[in-house]
């Protein structure tokens, strides 16, 4: 929220500086993220007076003035507005002022061969409004010379960030009775004048929807004259970021940036019938001020008349029946609404608004009567008018919470000593009533209270969190034990280990257009956000491709040769019942150019199946899955294609990877060019360690005889899997054989048909003493037996 010092000065007498008032703010929970002081935008700027105005001699729509500045000679200016004429007043820009609206630095030039010494300037071009035909008009009082930023006032302007649970500070008001609490000054309440009414109210005002509105306040003002709002008004909204639009919209933005309230203006002329608040019938539609038209449901609350919808009850008024510059008669809506009902709204319509963001946090619901009479006074000392009685339908909560309160639990919980007297000081300050029993009675607008924890945090933060001491929590002595979860642990090593083999991390969205997620669903069923951040992050991720494949889109859209991506992360499922299933998974994606084209090796090469298995596989080593146990099987799934992927298994149901080249329908739906490989690591399928593995790394203890290997080269079926064949030989003496590994496979000229020769080696690591060739004869033998099992037989 924005306000300027001026603006906080009507709340509050107070001799603080701008820094002062900074660190008092952000010291009671009220954080500043910015001040901009416009003083410091309109150095270089200041009122001048225009002596005379001759043609320029070599542009028609130029023209030549003598400025007076206030000191010195008078300057010569070369200016192009239409409205430039000897005698006006208006705001000079020396040499050396930066133009706010485009950070232009002006200087002394020549403007079509005639000196020049600064620019007079125009609304827009000093950010004051949108205005831009002709230069700023000065009145004739206007003191030559002065600071431009001191002749309009220019005031500082705080932005403040206001947590959710104060809505209480969404008005000006609210931050400078906190600033008092404080003692950075005395609050001064809002003076409520007594609005005396002409006659009774000649609009009937119902309520349907009592839940969604349980009270709605109203009057008419007939005769008013609608027209711009007061200087002093104008530019207390502009400090706040409000664009001003007429008097009539501009004393309900007032009141409602003032006091937190809103409120909204109707054009009597414009309205039929009675004023009903009530629940929307399913597909109506109004038009609202945004020019937007929103088809509604039979859970919205709305405030119409026989015609139809004129309003969405607290989030934002029709189009069609707003103060226009020709409104004479007004009524005036005052309304508490249900904070919940308008959430719900608000978020099924995806439309925000200032109105909205106070009522579904929770204006003060004793502040209708009071809201009404100052909205009824700002627009009759503006625009005239005569206000008729109020006509109050419905009414609002007021009963009040009452919170016992120990003020030893300021000590206990906030760890600071505070005196009882600075307590009860504290509290009345911020609008409590303290009883001598230390019952307190909370205002109907601090709806965040809800019992004595939260009244020390009021005690606390007003008395400052500066003098809450620094203590550090207790710990054992010794070495301290990890804190990490296995699971984080495993994660920690699967990053570094995707990254040392030259993958790069990426951080994809957890959300996906549906037809994305529908895609790699496999018929799960999906979770579909209510309230997505956008309708293209609708879909919780089943997959965390999807998102790897549109940051390798983006790469490749960018000129990016290749793409080597991984990610951590979750996906997430419907469970049994309906209740949220996230798997932990390692997805990866290589696209493009596997290595570039180069004079030693020629075109660039390509990414295959066989490297995207061999980050699966390693991946898998990495986080501790017993790889040379697992199952090369096929069915990784539609998106992936056929005879150029697999899943990697332990046992036939147990999948913990699948790998291999993404089909082309696939490559398709995401508009990226292929070939694409893919991974998909499913962590919370393998297989945790037996005692649940050790912190520290297990002793390296190298064996005390050399290995020994041995060639074998098998005729195998053409479709047998070299996988399964290594398996098979891997186990045929657990005790001696250590490894194995496929080092040739050939097919052709000496090969029966149907067949091929695969040639493993196999590594053999004596014990104690080493092999005997009749010991190393029988091992080889169970080689030969257990690669039989597989149809194999050893070529002669």
Known sequence: MKFSLEWLEHFLDTDASVPEIAAALNRIGHEVEGIEDPAERLAGFRVAKVLTAAMHPDADKLQVLSVDTGEGDPLQVVCGAPNARAGMKGVLGLPGAVVPANGMELRK??????????????????????????????????????????????????????????????????IARDLAAAGLGTFKPVDVPAITGDGACPVEVKIEDTEGVPAYFARVIRGVRNGPSPDWMQRRLKAAGQRPISALVDCTNYLMFATGRPAHVYDLAKLSGAMVARRAAAGESVEALNEKTYTLDETMTVIADDSGVHDIGG???????????????????????????????????????????????????????????????????TCGGHPT????????????????????????????????????????????????????????????????????????RIYGLDHVASTALPRAEGVATPTASPQQQLERKLRRAAAARGLNEAVTWSFLPTAEAEHFADGARLWVLDNPISEDMKAMRPSLIPGLLSAAKRNADRGSGGSRLFELGRRYFRGKGGASDEKPTLGVVLAGDKTPRGWAQGKAKQFDAFDAKAEAEALLAAAGAPVGNLMVMGEAGSQFHPGQSATLRLGPKNVLARFGALHPKTLKTFDIEGPVMAVEVFLDAIP?????????????????????????AFLVPADLAAGDLVRAVRVADKAAVVDARVFDVFAGQGVPEGKKSVAVEIVLQPGDKSFTDAEIKAIADKVVTAAAKQGAELRG
């Open 389 to 460: 009685e109020v006509v109050r339908v419905g009414e609002p909560p007021a009963e009040a919470k009452i919170v016992a309160f120990d003020p030893a639990l300021t000590a206990r919980l906030g760890g600071v000593e505070i005196g009882e007297v600075e307590q009860r000081r504290i509290l009345e300050a911020l609008d409590f009533t303290v009883g001598a029993d230390w019952q307190v009675t909370c205002p109907l607008r601090r709806h965040d209270i809800e019992g004595a924890a939260d009244l020390v945090e009021e005690v606390v």
């Open 315 to 381: 989030i934002m008024g029709g189009a069609h029946s707003g103060a226009a510059d020709d409104t004479c008669d007004v009524l005036l809506e005052i309304a508490y609404f249900d904070p919940e009902r308008i959430g719900v709204t608000g978020r099924k319509l995806g439309l925000a608004s200032d109105a909205r963001t106070r009522f579904e946090r929770g204006v003060d619901p004793a502040f209708l009567d009071d809201g009404l009479a100052l909205l009824t006074d700002l627009i009759v000392q």
């Open 109 to 174: 030039s020549a403007i079509r061969g005639v000196e020049s010494n600064g620019m007079m300037c125009s609304v827009r071009e000093l950010e004051l409004g949108d205005e831009h035909d002709g230069i700023i008009e000065l009145p004739e009082d206007a003191p030559v010379g002065t600071s431009f930023a001191e002749y309009s006032d220019a005031s500082p302007v705080f932005d403040v960030a206001i947590t959710p649970d104060r809505p209480d500070c969404m008005g000006v008001m609210g």
């Open 688 to 712: 945790a360690k037996r005692g649940g593995g050790s912190f520290a790394r297990a002793p390296y203890a190298p064996p005390a005889l050399q290995p020994v290997t041995r060639d074998f």
